[in-house]
């Protein structure tokens, strides 16, 4: 059975930094691309960043972009989100979630396994 767990989210104040994981079991992270998606409640779930199976590829939403840096570490299959210069915009629930593909992708639709995710809330 494939579970994603997601951990490091919390409360931080504006400027501030998180390092979100992700920690993979029941399928090997090393043949797929990754993906973080955040959601706040009543609104779509949005795209944040994104990497391929090798790590050499990585796309992120506009917004996040010079901020975030997404990684991977294969032997561990853990994936990571670090999180810099947080705006109180950036406040969601953060997932983490398998590709069915070897790269990353913008759409929720290109991912077939997700976490449970974890609460991040940047304060002004």
């Known amino acids: 059975q494939v579970q994603l767990v997601e951990s490091g989210g919390g409360l931080v104040q504006a400027g501030g930094s998180l390092r979100l994981s992700c920690a993979a079991s029941?399928?090997?992270?090393?043949?797929?691309?990754m993906g973080w998606f955040r959601q706040n409640p009543g609104k779509e779930r949005e795209f944040v960043a994104a990497?391929?199976?090798?790590?050499?590829?990585?796309l992120y939403t506009d917004s996040v972009k010079g901020r975030f840096t997404i990684s991977r570490d294969n032997n561990k299959d853990t994936l990571f989100l670090q999180m810099n210069s947080l705006k109180p915009e950036d406040t969601a629930v953060y997932y983490c979630?398998?590709?069915?593909?070897?790269?990353?992708?913008?759409?929720?639709?290109?991912?077939?396994?997700w976490g449970q995710g974890t609460q991040v809330t940047v304060s002004s």
């Open positions: 979630a398998f590709s069915r593909f070897t790269v990353g992708a913008t759409a929720a639709a290109n991912y077939d396994y």
């Open positions: 029941g399928r090997p992270m090393s043949r797929f691309g």
């Open positions: 990497i391929s199976w090798t790590g050499v590829e990585t």
